[in-house]
T-cell receptor, first 110, second 122 residues
Framework: QAVVTQEPSLTVSPGGTVTLTCGSS?????????PYWFQQKPGQAPRTLIY???NKHSWTPARFSGSLLGGKAALTLSGAQPEDEAEYYC??????????FGGGTKLTVL | EVQLVESGGGLVQPGGSLRLSCAAS????????MSWVRQAPGKGLEWVSV?????????ADSVKGRFTISRDNSKNTLYLQMNSLRAEDTAVYYC?????????FGSGIDYWGQGTLVTVSS
């Protein structure tokens, strides 16, 4: 069973930039894992931010971007806002038969 | 507008069964990828199962052999039949969908329901 790893917590200053990463125990993350990124605020359902590595939904704020970085999937937030404080999860697909979420990154804007 | 509304959660004893439903609107369940994701209290997201548009189904090891995902095309509804429930199955269960083509053809989740709570306890 693959394990997907994320930073447990990160802190960013308002207006600052932070990068969250998503790694796989099976090796480098590629576009073939179709990396997804989700945001979840307390008491709410998750919301999809990024699909297929770097594509944004119509509701995704422009300050969020996705990429592959050093063998991992990455979510970069440029110009952090107080409302971006949340838990962020990545999702990787393994040949379409197994989906695995990362453990989540608690992002604090302080 | 895409909407997913789950129902069927509740309190069940260990070893019992429960069937969750997810009524979809704004798109066709049978033409897209539908999945279930759960979140235990205070924990992270855990993928449970997926049914692809072609009908193929896949499960996390933790539920394989106990849970069954299915869909009723006439009702545009997704189901999760959960048998032999354990305390560790206690979680909010989310129904989720991917609109194939609109966001590519790879696995994933575009839309989420609000979730339904399943509590397994005696």
């Amino acid at each position: 069973q693959a394990v997907v790893t994320q930073e447990p917590s990160l802190t960013v200053s308002p207006g600052g930039t932070v990068t969250l990463t998503c790694g796989s125990s099976t090796g480098a993350v590629t576009s073939g894992h179709y990396p997804y990124w989700f945001q979840q605020k307390p008491g709410q359902a998750p919301r999809t931010l990024i699909y297929d590595t770097s594509n944004k939904h119509s509701w995704t704020p422009a300050r969020f971007s996705g990429s592959l970085l050093g063998g991992k999937a990455a979510l970069t937030l440029s110009g952090a806002q107080p409302e971006d404080e949340a838990e962020y999860y990545c999702l990787l697909s393994y040949s379409g038969v197994l989906w695995v979420f990362g453990g989540g990154t608690k992002l604090t804007v302080l | 507008e895409v909407q997913l509304v789950e129902s069927g959660g509740g309190l069940v004893q260990p070893g019992g069964s429960l069937r969750l439903s997810c009524a979809a609107s704004g798109f066709t369940v049978s033409s897209n990828y539908m999945s279930w994701v759960r979140q235990a209290p205070g924990k992270g997201l855990e993928w449970v199962s997926v049914i692809y548009s072609g009908g193929s189904t896949y499960y996390a090891d933790s539920v394989k052999g106990r849970f069954t995902i299915s869909r009723d095309n006439s009702k545009n509804t997704l189901y999760l039949q959960m048998n032999s429930l354990r305390a560790e199955d206690t979680a909010v269960y989310y129904c989720a969908s991917k609109i194939v083509g609109a966001t590519g053809f790879g696995s994933g989740i575009d839309y989420w329901g609000q979730g339904t709570l399943v509590t397994v306890s005696s």
